[in-house]
């Protein structure tokens, strides 16, 4: 099997990064020479790939290839998306945030972690393998949406164009888990987190309307003074928690890396489940987030000047849904937490949570593959917290998987949508060396 060289692939990794292309959910304030780069710097860096692979547009700037293999009876989808959010000009960035410059033995720059490293990772496998001649055992079809960020159009249209050509994969794979290192209180091995599901996602706007006025008269329980009321309610009173069927697999799985008072609670926790849910719920923000559903009060708006009581307030709320939650019982909770019926609730967009993936022969497939090249991990499945273009996948196959084949420390989880993203090069070494061995092992 052919070997991944560092320089190749750390240039072509910093080429894409230094491409600033950032989505947005309106159409005309996308930058679309930005991303016609983007696709002509996709082209030079991976001839192979254009040359033997078929290609489909779609959406504005996605792009769908097949790679013909020996048998189409269980294809693959491999993705992975183009456009990055956007940089905060304030925050605190050691090195320039398209600068993919070399620190540290780390590549720095939006994107490196969500979610380039992946389009490289996957596309220079694929590059190197045809340099070797490789025809893949099954069909495998590679994705790449370009508006996942802004949960665009780009992977429905894959979806519908697979749909159109009778295509039902035999898996999916797209970003999601990693090997997380300091992932769970007390384990000292990175975990292997392949998500089986992912939460719903929805997004609300809270809309209080008044009179307004002069700020030098001002009159009780305003718009503002209502909206926050309704911010802190909904605070005060989360979502029901739970500890859904990943989760305890999750548990299980790491119980003989824990601390051993607690080993015997995370091994039977399928037995304790309220216990487990409780003690999540206080050992930390991403365990916590494994119970609920979450809401995240992102956006507020106001008064135009300091001197005006607003007429109208908002507050944009980020809703990720629990697996066995709905949308219409989110908005009635909602609701009822508000307590103010004055308040609107306006849905400006929706989407349940993913059905659960099998772990059947694919799972273990991605399972053994995390072991060939992570020794150290421990592969388990997880619920993913945030959304990804995979949903949409759900529509032609049972089997949805979301993992990125990196090594990520909590800080670097955390710089995802943040500032000091960064991906060391020996991990993308080792990710481009995870997709080469997938992709080889391969059932006939």
Not at 258 to 268: C, D, G
Not at 322 to 341: E, F, N, P, Q, S
Request: proline share 8%; net charge negative; charged share 20%.
């Amino acid at each position: 099997m052919p070997a991944p060289t560092h320089d190749r692939v750390v240039a072509k990794l910093q080429a894409l990064v230094r491409i600033p292309t950032v989505s947005d959910r309106d159409p005309a304030l996308v930058d679309t020479e930005v991303f016609d780069r983007l696709l002509s710097e996709l082209a030079a860096q991976f001839p192979l790939l254009h040359q033997h692979l078929e290609l489909t547009r779609v959406g504005t700037h996605g792009l769908l290839f097949k790679w013909a293999g020996a048998s189409s009876e269980r294809p693959i989808v491999l993705m992975a998306h183009l456009d990055v959010v956007p940089v905060d000009a304030d925050a605190p960035w050691q090195h320039p945030a398209f600068g993919a410059e070399i620190h540290d033995g780390a590549i720095w720059g939006r994107g490196t972690l969500d979610d380039k490293g992946c389009v490289v990772g996957i596309c220079e496998a694929v590059e190197l393998l045809l340099e070797q001649g490789t025809t893949p055992m099954q069909d495998v079809w590679l994705s790449f949406g370009c508006d996942e960020e802004v949960s665009g159009t780009s992977a429905p249209a894959a979806v519908a164009e697979l749909e159109r050509l009778g295509v039902t994969p035999w898996f999916v794979l797209d970003e999601g888990g990693a090997i997380a290192h300091q992932a769970f209180p007390g384990v000292e091995p990175p975990l292997g987190v392949i998500g089986v599901t992912e939460k719903g996602l929805t997004s609300v706007e809270l809309v209080a309307e008044g009179r307004g006025g002069h700020a030098s008269t001002p009159a009780k329980n305003g718009p503002t003074a209502r909206i926050a009321t309704a911010i802190l309610r909904i605070e005060k009173h989360p979502f029901p928690g739970s500890t859904p069927a990943p989760t305890l697999e999750l548990l299980r799985r790491l119980a003989p890396h824990l601390p051993r008072a607690v080993r015997p609670i995370a091994s039977s926790a399928e037995k304790i489940t309220p216990l487990v849910t409780k003690a999540l719920q206080v050992a930390g923000p991403e365990a916590a987030a494994m119970t609920r559903t979450t809401v995240a009060a992102t956006t507020l708006s106001g008064s135009p000047a300091l001197n005006v009581i607003a007429s109208s307030a908002t507050a944009g709320l980020n809703i990720r849904i629990m697996v066995g939650d709905t949308i219409a019982g989110v908005l009635a909770h909602l609701r009822r937490t508000i307590k103010d019926d004055e308040i609107r609730i306006d849905v400006i967009e929706q989407s349940e949570p993913s059905p659960v993936s099998p772990m059947d022969e694919a799972f273990e497939l991605l399972e053994s593959t995390i072991l060939d090249v992570f020794p150290d991990a421990v592969p388990t499945p997880y619920v993913m917290m945030a959304a990804t273009d995979s949903r949409h996948f759900c529509a032609i196959s049972d089997r949805v998987y979301r993992f990125a084949p990196f090594r990520m420390t909590k800080a670097q989880r955390e710089a995802i949508h943040s500032y000091d993203e960064h991906l060391r090069v020996t991990d993308l070494i080792d990710g481009v060396a995870w997709y080469l061995t997938l992709i080889a092992r391969l059932p006939r």
